[in-house]
């Protein structure tokens, strides 16, 4: 009961902060109560660095439905996810298995990277053992007319020994890499 009064008498602010902090700390179930009393007071008002913080809870937790919520309620109130979280919510769908939801991800983020790529043909690879990993899935996820993914598939055919492979994915390149 005397927790209960002292979290009473905490500003919306504050609150935020030490939701921040528990993350920081690993108490990940404590700063989602602390969520829970601020929205249960109406208090909508968390900020990015707020729902940030519990996308990296929800990631510790290995809480996918967590990570969803959470990027929803950011997109939901109008905050813009920046690269980084995106790629940390793209990596938790990855190593979910979830790769339908993966790429739908992928497809809808303004700007991608070396490391959102690399997750992506990482996770197909994982996902589908390499067995049925191959040109032909790449052309049907419209990849190839990435240099990045190209030079990516290339390094992975590479250590796979598969040198046809490497061969048809550099001659199809729309640019070579100088």
Same mark, same amino acid.
């Given at each position: 009961?005397?927790?209960?009064?002292?979290?009473?008498?905490?500003?919306?602010?504050?609150?935020?902060?030490?939701?921040?902090?528990?993350?920081?700390?690993?108490?990940?179930?404590?700063?989602?109560?602390?969520?829970?009393?601020?929205?249960?007071?109406?208090?909508?008002?968390?900020?990015?660095?707020?729902?940030?913080?519990?996308?990296?809870?929800?990631?510790?937790?290995?809480?996918?439905?967590?990570?969803?919520?959470?990027?929803?309620?950011?997109?939901?109130?109008?905050?813009?996810?920046?690269?980084?979280?995106?790629?940390?919510?793209?990596? @938790?769908?990855?190593? %979910? #298995?979830?790769?339908? +939801?993966? =790429?739908?991800? &992928? /497809?809808? $983020? *303004? !700007?991608?990277?070396?490391?959102?790529?690399?997750?992506?043909?990482?996770?197909?690879?994982?996902?589908?053992?390499?067995?049925?990993?191959?040109?032909?899935?790449?052309?049907?996820?419209?990849?190839?007319?990435?240099?990045?993914?190209?030079?990516?598939?290339?390094? @992975?055919?590479?250590? %796979? #020994?598969?040198?046809? +492979?490497? =061969?048809?994915? &550099? /001659?199809? $390149? *729309? !640019?070579?890499?100088?």
């Amino acid at each position: 009961m005397a927790a209960a009064t002292k979290v009473d008498d905490i500003s919306n602010s504050e609150r935020r902060n030490i939701i921040e902090k528990l993350v920081l700390c690993k108490r990940y179930h404590e700063a989602f109560e602390l969520l829970e009393i601020l929205e249960c007071e109406g208090g909508n008002d968390v900020k990015y660095s707020t729902y940030d913080a519990l996308v990296s809870a929800c990631i510790g937790l290995k809480s996918i439905r967590g990570v969803k919520r959470m990027f929803n309620y950011m997109l939901n109130y109008g905050f813009e996810p920046d690269l980084y979280t995106r790629n940390r919510v793209l990596l @938790m769908h990855v190593k %979910c #298995g979830m790769m339908i +939801d993966a =790429r739908r991800l &992928f /497809d809808t $983020m *303004p !700007e991608m990277n070396l490391v959102s790529w690399n997750i992506i043909i990482g996770g197909l690879v994982d996902g589908w053992a390499g067995t049925h990993f191959s040109w032909t899935t790449i052309a049907c996820l419209h990849f190839e007319d990435d240099i990045f993914v190209s030079c990516v598939l290339i390094d @992975m055919y590479s250590k %796979c #020994g598969s040198v046809e +492979d490497v =061969r048809f994915v &550099f /001659d199809e $390149m *729309p !640019e070579k890499p100088q």
